[in-house]
């Protein structure tokens, strides 16, 4: 069976659904059998390539909020994440045009390493002080995942090296009818949007392996869109 991820490393919910995902999938018996293949979206295609901001910043100004609440914005993203055992800064992080990111991505899946550089990217973007917008983080980054550092600098030299990949991965999200991410699809049947909880991505793989006529899964879950909002959890009082 296979599961298709579209997803963008800028998108919290991404780094959570991830997470979520692979939680589920671990409890799921037939584990071993299911092909993973990570797809591009890009939540801010519209940015040039060096345009970057920092990401409280950015929340203020498309929101707007103050800083401070920007601020909290983030905190409650991140309370969820650390829910998961994810580590996630809420200062420091910058946000920009993933559009380079996922060509590595693409890159890296045609050398069957396309998932230790998702988490990688994922990592530096969240948890520690990198920037996945510095082409020179992305080499470190993609050396770390096992892919040759020549090969790696040519693809980012090239704007044209696997640009068509990610083009195709995106209207095919389109033609799915996903309008945000993360968006999971199983077996080409079955679509379930946002970063669910573990429990609904295992009875999902459990009713696709089953080959029912299923349905949507689970309540609404949080996702980041395709004008580049993500949704924020409301503060408790």
């Not at 909020?65 to 994440?81: G, K, N, P, Q, W």
């Not at 459990?206 to 879950?221: C, K, L, Y």
Request: proline share 3%.
């Amino acid at each position: 069976m296979r599961v298709e991820i579209w997803s963008d490393i800028a998108c919290p919910w991404c780094y959570i659904g991830k997470a979520r995902f692979e939680q589920g999938l671990a409890a799921f018996a037939h584990r071993d059998d299911v092909e993973v293949v990570h797809r591009s979206f890009e939540l801010d295609p519209g940015r040039t390539r060096h345009d970057t901001a920092p990401v409280v910043e950015m929340l203020a100004k498309k929101y707007g909020r103050t800083l401070d609440e920007a601020r909290a914005m983030e905190e409650h993203v991140a309370s969820t994440a650390r829910s998961e055992g994810l580590t996630y800064r809420t200062e420091g992080r910058d946000h920009g045009n993933t559009f380079d990111i996922h060509r590595l991505l693409h890159l890296a899946r045609a050398r069957g390493r396309q998932d230790q550089l998702l988490d990688l990217a994922y990592r530096a973007n969240f948890a520690e002080e990198r920037s996945v917008f510095d082409p020179e983080v992305l080499v470190t980054l993609a050396v770390e995942a096992g892919l040759d550092e020549q090969e790696v600098r040519d693809v980012l030299a090239d704007g044209t090296a696997y640009a068509d990949a990610v083009r195709a991965d995106e209207r095919e999200a389109a033609e799915l009818g996903a309008t945000g991410v993360p968006f999971f699809v199983l077996d080409r049947r079955y679509g379930v949007s946002g970063g669910q909880p573990a429990e609904v991505f295992t009875k999902a793989l459990e009713q696709a392996w089953q080959g029912r006529v299923i349905t949507p899964i689970g309540t609404d879950a949080a996702a980041c869109y395709a004008d580049g909002a993500c949704e924020v959890p409301q503060a408790t009082a």
